[in-house]
């Protein structure tokens, strides 16, 4: 029998090449030293699956080699160097290793929370680079009876909160995105007032990098905070507005902060690194001789089971083959993601029910849109750890209830799918769509508000009493704010009331939202970008 060729691209830890070259079935090929021209040219064309890190780009050039290749497995967490809609348009399945590294970023945030309290690389560098004793520079502040606030309740954030709690912290989460008891019953706060994260004495950031999460501490949220306060981020750079934190640090606001990630790295001229209360480090946050190991471990284990086709875990993307599946299907696969995604956004809400709606032939392919509804849902709150083979599984993990609803007979249109999200405070949004001619996707209705909206862009959905002088209010106020409305869709109902879904060029400010919300007819707003 032939073997399968794995090719690692670049450097992994011992263990994981000792897991693949022990396997009977497995040809390693280690060509983490050759020049990446001839790993494309020599090697990648006899690959069945590749291992990378973040030296090798899987982008188009590598994609027109990897003639045999059924999947990718970045070792590590990010795939921001991986053209993952290049890999589904060749049934390559790309896979990541996202827990290897947990306790490596939990410890790298209490030492750079402990660092900051005690501001100890500088009292170090004081002895030790300048030889000189002076115990009267180095007041410290303890970490017992601090508040901490914690951005971000999940697999990082809830262990940094353990260990806070053994300090002897008072630990406060915010994450509206999980069931508040997974706060509560590690004796933990749990708050949906953001305003309760900023006031306390030191702020911990574990979020994913997404539009909502990208500068959510920016100069705004800075000036609510308490004088002195310390800022933590070992999780993703960009989640601090850069330029508000090097302001807030200047100006003796913010006390300290302890920073492993930078918006663009490598940051080795970065303004932070000038001032004297900030501890950096180059992205370590992986950086353990323990999580180096169990990255390559699981890196090996799951290329080795992907090339023998038994399971492919951690995969980030599902590969549509047109071989495979109707022509009809993948759109209407596209389109309920992007639905699911858009009334994740809409509802902002720790979500307890997901029910996915299909009406005609495409019903017959319930399970696959139950599958890309639930990450379209999720990915609103866990970004890129989600993906097809464990959505169902994270979301009856989290106490979601996953509803499917099949149904052969459709009024009005050929094929119709919908998904209804109830949220744990109860609110409720249903969004239906169907695909016309030529692929083209289309919203047609929202709450049961009937529209025809392609589902791309920024979009305010407005809802208000139906009101002369309402759009022309709407309209100015986004113009106020120096953006051009795209588009311009108008839903009502019989009682009174209409939506408008406003699609806009620029991005939507929370400001901007705000004085929306505060017109005399408006009933509720809400941004979405799809």
Partial sequence: MSKFTIVVCDHIHESGLKILDSDPAVEMINAADEDKSVLLEKFIPLADVAITRSSTDVDSAFLEKATKLKAVV????????????????????????????????????????????????????????????????????????????????????????????????????????????????????????????????????????????????????????????????????????????????????????????????????????DLNNVTVTPHLGANTKESQRNIAVQAAENAIAAAKGIAYPNALNLPIKENELPDFVPPYLELIQKIGYMTAQASKNAVKSIKIIAKGDISDYIDSLSTFATVGVMSESLADKINYVNAEFVASERGIEIIKEADSNVSGFKNLISVKLTAQNGNVIKVSGTVFENNMQRIVDIDGYTLDLEPKGRLILFKNDDQPGVIGDVGHIIAKYGINISDFRLGRDKNGQALAVVRVDGDISNEMIEELASLDACISVKSVTI
Wanted: proline share 4%; glycine share 8%.
């Fill in 74 to 273: 970045r070792a590590g967490v990010g795939v921001d160097n991986v053209d993952i809609e290049g890999c589904s348009r060749r049934g390559i399945i790309v896979m990541n290793v996202p827990t290897a590294n947990t306790i490596a970023a939990v410890e790298l945030t209490m030492t750079h929370m402990l660092s900051c309290a005690r501001q100890f690389p500088y009292a170090h560098n004081n002895l030790k680079i300048d030889r000189v004793w002076r115990r009267q520079d180095w007041y410290g502040t303890e970490l017992k009876d601090k508040k901490l606030g914690i951005i971000g309740f999940g697999n990082i954030g809830s262990r940094v909160g353990k260990r806070a709690k053994a300090f002897e912290m008072d630990v406060i989460a915010y994450d509206p995105y999980i069931d508040p008891s997974k706060a509560t019953d590690m004796d933990i706060q749990y708050t949906e007032n953001f305003d309760d994260i900023l006031a306390c004495d030191i702020i911990t950031i574990h979020t994913p990098k997404t539009e909502e999460t990208i500068g959510m501490i920016g100069e705004k949220e800075i000036a609510k905070m308490k004088d002195g306060v310390i800022l933590i981020n070992c999780a993703r750079g960009g989640l601090y507005d850069e330029e508000a934190l090097y302001n807030g640090l200047k100006s003796g606001k913010i006390a300290m902060a302890g920073i492993d990630v930078f918006n663009k790295e490598p940051a080795t001229d970065h303004p932070l690194l």
